[in-house]
């Protein structure tokens, strides 16, 4: 079994064996090179020149054009968009005390930029061919080519051919570097030695290039040595006169360097032959020599610095003095985690086969549970425990133990263990939250409102405070501090909510693992959440020399803090290690800088030269569109760079653009406004002054004074006709007020004829069956018989008196109040006939108003149907229904009775005469027809109005 299982990874590891050599001499290397081509906006690979301004660009000649950089973008200036560049060669490149940029071509001579203006001298300068060096000297500038030099003095430029001069020529063959310290540099004899005056200051022995051409030297900010070559790539100096070679075994786009420089943040540029741009910077991380970049979950180390790490499906390696020694742990080798405990015992947990522990050379099984055991933690007290699939295990040197959901345990899958100031142990499950163990109970922590953020706990760390840190699998970080938790997610600045381990450096910051990459928060931003400040999260990846961003999750313990104070950090792709303490932070806020203003797509900065080109823009009658683009000079990280921008006078709060470099506002109203951005760097240092533009948006005609003035005088011919508008409106109404109190002397009518003939003709019958009563007492079911229909009438009489007040009620002149009442009489009629009634009603109906006139008539023609069904369908069920339309409803009466006749259209019964001509009275509409399963349907279309 285990042969099968090691020969194809065996083979695996022969396979890509020269991938696997590559990749370690990339990660032994302590630089990281970044390269830019034509692929990237370079106009061409060969980057002759290249040097840092004063303003902060990075400035590159090439074969076609000059190349400004800000770090994220190339700005191209050739001589068809560059008036003044007489050629797109540009070999070389030197700016003077005054920040005036002078521009080396191979044919054209030299020129100049000044406040953002190019000068040609041309004319005095072709002859010289290329420019390959110069020098300043009390306001003159010296040009050396091989064919003579040029002299620059107040404003004129004169040149002298054949005439040579000894210091430039040793300058421009590297033979001689000016130093920072005041001394130069000599590079001859094939010995690198710096002088200052006639005293050697230090001697840093043979050339290691030997004989191959020197194309470029300067010096980095700590005034060490850097050599270029043409063909064995870069020597980096350090103070002891030992040197890094870079070249292209160790990431160099190219051997054949052309030019060097240094900028502001100590990264090196370097311009190749025909590989584009490089630039060289320290990793902020190194890895362990002679350890494979296999994914690593854990990792130990012992007493003699020695360190062990377990590989997912590996086994364990201990790397000690530079020697690395492999072992195997169990069957399939598949070590999830390993401890050194107090005793300098080893010990080995695995994903399936339970714990091991290293005895004479190799690993031997001491857990007989056979279970994934992915944390292992030693007490203060000495106790081992290890968390497992099954239940929380304990070693307390002599017995196991193991507690599990019948002990209190909230789960049996733990996945962390941490102890605190006082002793007690906390417990972090897979899916069933936190426990608290005090040694005799545990105590369960679920997740909460007010809580932890999940229950899926991944990782636990105790810091120098006692704060407890709470790891969980997707739900982001915890912190529990003086009984409070304080949960932090990605939009509290994290770069994942998958956390994989925690660990604090000899500083108090946190170092964060996850999927996203290793997170840094320092002391300082923990500290502000006690003020609710936002925080700042630093997120290393391959920028900074990590051999993959994704961190290993899901063992314990992970990271580590060695003895010396350096921080190991388990990836994906191996192991990392950081010195805290040595950590260079940029300091520096980033520059900020309004490159560029575009109104409705048209260019407003006609000199792209200056990258101080205006403090404000103007906006034009009628301009619909603003684009303000802006950029921050950062060269160690600049995707790194975040910006917050805002329109003041248009808007309050802050635009948090993230790492977007343009603003855009559509259809500012006229005004002045002030544009503001603000950016920060990598590790958080903020540039709160920022840039700022002032804005000013130009009126349309008609929002200027005069045309204001032309309306008002408009305006006050318009009130003149209004008032007499208004006049006549006024007799309308005295006309409209006659018609509704005509109206009104219908309606009174009509309600003195419904009192006549429905109240009176029953207050009448029930005179006369008095009277009938009367006559017949002595005949009691005569009597009874009367009784009877007194009460009925009277019944009747009670329905007719309701029906005239709800007419009368103006409260009742909406649609709600039509259909609450339609609904009441249906249900009560149709419940004395002994007759089932389905009510199908909208359960919110709009606030839609009724006229009295339209209810009334509505209402007489429902309850024509509803009698008629009562009285003539011969139904046992029937139904009512409301639907609602935009500008309509629909009441609908059915039955499932015996239908229409056929000769009905011939009868052509009153009844059904009187509900059209209701409906058609109010503008409505009405049909009556077979319903879909017998019976009839009766509908009544009424318009909303």
């Known amino acids: 079994m285990l042969i099968r299982r090691g020969l194809p990874f065996a083979w695996l590891l022969l396979c890509f064996f020269p991938l696997f050599t590559m990749a370690a001499a990339l990660s032994d290397s302590p630089f990281l090179v970044d390269s830019w081509t034509v692929e990237d906006g370079l106009p061409d690979s060969e980057a002759v020149s290249v040097l840092q301004a004063r303003d902060g660009y990075l400035w590159i000649g090439t074969l076609h054009g000059l190349v400004r950089f800000d770090g994220n973008q190339f700005k191209v200036f050739d001589e068809m968009d560059t008036p003044g560049l007489k050629s797109d060669r540009i070999v070389f490149l030197y700016e003077d005390s005054h920040t005036n940029l002078w521009i080396g071509t191979q044919s054209a001579g030299l020129a100049v930029i000044h406040d953002g203006q190019i000068k040609s001298f041309q004319a005095e300068t072709s002859a010289a061919g290329a420019i390959t060096c110069a020098s300043e000297n009390s306001g003159d500038i010296l040009f050396y080519s091989d064919n003579g030099f040029a002299n620059y003095h107040q404003g004129h430029m004169t040149y002298y051919p054949g005439v040579r001069s000894l210091e430039l020529y040793l300058k421009a063959m590297h033979l001689i570097v000016p130093a920072k310290d005041g001394g130069v540099w000599r590079l001859w ?46 020597f980096w100096f350090d ?40 630039r060289v910077k320290r990793k902020a991380f190194s890895t362990l020599p002679g350890l494979r970049p296999w994914p690593v979950t854990s990792i130990a180390q012992d007493a003699s610095g020695g360190v062990w790490a377990a590989f997912t499906a590996a086994g364990l390696s201990y790397w000690n003095s530079n020697a690395v020694r492999d072992f195997g742990v169990g069957q399939v080798s598949d070590a999830s985690a390993v401890l050194v405990d107090q005793k300098q015992n080893v010990w080995a947990g695995t994903s399936s086969e339970g714990l091991f522990r290293f005895q004479t050379n190799r690993f031997v099984p001491v857990f007989a549970a056979r279970t994934d055991i992915p944390a292992l933690f030693e007490s203060r007290d000495g106790r081992l425990w290890a968390g497992t699939q099954n239940g929380l295990g304990c070693w307390d040197g002599r017995s196991w133990r193991l507690y599990t959901t019948r002990d209190g345990l909230s789960g049996n899958a733990v996945s962390a263990i941490a102890e605190d100031s006082r002793g007690n142990l906390w417990v972090g499950t897979e899916d069933s939250g936190l426990d608290y163990f005090d040694g005799q109970k545990f105590i369960s922590c679920r997740a909460s409102a007010n809580g932890l953020p999940g229950n899926d706990i991944s ?13 969980t699998s997707a739900h982001g970080l915890a912190r529990f501090k003086n009984g409070q938790w304080t949960p932090l997610s990605e939009r509290d600045g994290l770069a994942s909510n998958s956390i994989g381990y925690i660990i604090g450096d000899d500083e108090g910051d946190l170092w964060i693992g996850c999927n996203a990459g290793l997170m840094r928060i320092s002391k300082e931003s923990l500290a502000g959440l006690v003020e609710e400040t936002n925080l700042f999260c630093r997120v290393y990846g391959k920028a900074d020399g990590m051999p993959t961003r994704e961190c290993s999750s899901g063992s314990q313990p992970a990271a580590i803090r060695a003895h010396d104070g350096r921080l190991w950090f388990p990836t994906s792709e191996g192991l990392v290690i950081i010195d805290p303490s040595k950590l260079a932070l940029n300091r520096p806020p980033p520059k900020i800088l309004i490159e560029s203003v575009l109104v409705d797509g048209q260019e407003q900065n006609t000199n792209p030269l200056n990258s101080a080109w205006s403090a404000s823009v103007t906006v034009p009658p009628g301009g619909e569109q603003l684009e303000i683009h802006y950029t921050a000079l950062n060269f160690s990280a600049p995707q790194a760079v975040h910006f917050k921008y805002r329109l003041e006078g248009h808007e309050n709060a802050w635009t948090d653009a993230g790492d977007g470099r343009v603003a855009r506002y559509p259809a500012l109203p006229p005004g002045h406004y002030q544009f503001h951005v603000i950016a920060c760097n990598e590790d958080g240092i903020w540039n709160n002054e ?90 009691p079911d005569e009597v009874e018989a009367h009784t009877r229909q007194i009460s009925q009438t009277a019944r009747e009489t009670t329905r007719s008196l309701d029906e005239i007040v709800w007419a009368i009620n103006p409260s009742n002149d909406t649609l709600e109040g039509l259909a609450n009442y339609v609904c009441k009489y249906a249900q009560e009629y149709f419940a004395l006939a002994n007759l089932p009634c389905r009510v199908d009603f909208p359960a919110q109906l709009p606030a839609a108003p009724i006229p009295p006139e339209v209810r009334h008539n509505v209402f007489l023609a429902f309850k024509e149907a509803v009698n008629n069904v009562v009285k003539h369908a011969q139904a046992s069920q029937a139904g009512v229904r409301l639907q609602l339309q935009p500008d309509h409803f629909i ?45 009839t349907v009766i509908q009544l279309t009424v318009p909303l109005k």
């Open 239 to 278: 103070a002891d006169g030992n040197y890094r070679h870079i070249s292209k075994t160790n990431g160099l786009s190219s051997d054949f360097v052309l030019s060097l420089c240094v900028d502001d943040d100590g990264n090196l540029w370097a311009g190749t032959d025909g590989a584009g741009l490089d």
């Open 189 to 234: 004899n094939g010995a690198i030695q710096e002088w200052n005056g006639d005293h050697c200051e230090k001697n840093l022995g043979a050339c290691p290039w030997g004989n191959t051409f020197v194309k470029a030297v300067c010096e980095d900010e700590k005034g060490n040595l850097i050599v270029g070559t043409l063909g064995k790539g870069i």
């Open 459 to 471: 990782c636990l760390y105790v810091d120098h405070d006692g704060v407890l840190w709470v790891g």
């Open 690 to 779: 920022g840039a700022v533009l002032a804005v000013v948006v130009q009126p349309q005609f008609w929002q200027t004074a005069t045309f204001q003035i032309v309306v008002i005088l408009v305006l006050l011919g318009l009130i003149v006709g209004i008032v007499r508008y208004v006049s006549t409106q006024k007799l309308h109404r005295q006309v409209q007020r006659l018609k509704q109190q005509e109206a009104l002397e219908r309606e009174r009518a009509r309600i003195a004829r419904d009192l006549h003939d429905q109240l009176g003709a029953n207050l009448t019958q029930v005179a006369l069956l008095g009277e009938m009563a009367e006559a017949d007492k002595n005949l």
């Open 891 to 935: 009441l609908q009466i059915e039955d499932n009775g015996r239908g229409l006749d056929k000769d009905f259209e011939a009868k052509n019964r009153n009844g059904v005469r009187n509900m059209k001509k209701r409906m058609e009275d109010i503008g409505g509409d009405f049909s009556i027809s077979p319903g879909a399963n017998g019976g």
